[in-house]
């Protein structure tokens, strides 16, 4: 029986690992222009983006639609 794919891109990735490679593709300067939240602007990290994202629906939701539209450009 062959196991069936998740149709979701976001299936299996961590909040962080989409930060982390919004952050390697953009940098925390125009991440902060696309998606404009203090964490990205004021003294950003990687560490208190997670912490204001798990807690805020609409700015992790932004960041999800972010990392979809920007999986096509990752790709070789």
């Given at each position: ?74 790709k070789p």
């Open positions: 029986m062959e196991k069936q794919q998740s149709k979701d891109p976001l299936h299996g990735i961590t909040l962080q690992r989409i930060l982390e490679v919004l952050v390697d593709f953009y940098g925390f300067d125009t991440l902060g222009e696309l998606i404009k939240i203090k964490c990205f602007n004021d003294n950003p990290s990687i560490k208190s983006s997670l912490t204001f994202l798990r807690k805020t629906d609409w700015a992790r939701k932004k960041v999800e639609e972010l990392y979809i539209k920007t999986i096509p450009k990752l």
